[in-house]
């Protein structure tokens, strides 16, 4: 599967921007999608990941609460919206896609996923 995300942008504090991620060349209903958010300063950080079905999300504690990951598999598409945004949400974000349709044990590390799209960038001002 090729993964695109896109959505970034220049947001100010306590905005709200949606992210989606739109996979192609294999029916996304077959993976479950997360995303990750990495900065200079840092390595790829776990945001939220959802199973193949879409009944099971696990988020990072840092972003409960706010964000909100959902998929439409009619539309081949994972959302992450994004509420009550943060200047510490600056990133960019990527999504990931591995191939399996339990609704168990999600990744929440890089190396679980196989396919990685191209990251959009999220800049939040204060």
């Known amino acids: 599967v090729q993964l695109q995300a896109s959505g970034g942008g220049l947001v100010q504090a306590a905005d709200s921007l949606r992210l989606p991620c739109t996979g192609s060349r294999d029916p996304l209903a077959n993976y479950q999608v997360g995303w990750f958010r990495q900065d200079p300063g840092t390595g790829r950080e776990f945001v939220a990941v959802?199973?193949?079905?879409?009944?099971?999300?696990e988020y990072t504690d840092s972003v409960k609460g706010r964000f909100t990951i959902s998929r439409d598999n009619a539309k081949n598409t994972v959302y992450l919206q994004m509420n009550n945004l943060k200047p510490e949400d600056t990133a960019v974000y990527l999504c990931a896609a591995d191939k399996t349709t339990l609704d168990y044990g999600l990744g929440h590390t890089h190396y679980e996923f196989g396919h990685w799209g191209q990251g959009t960038l999220v800049t939040v001002s204060s």
């Open positions: 959802i199973s193949s079905s879409g009944r099971a999300t």
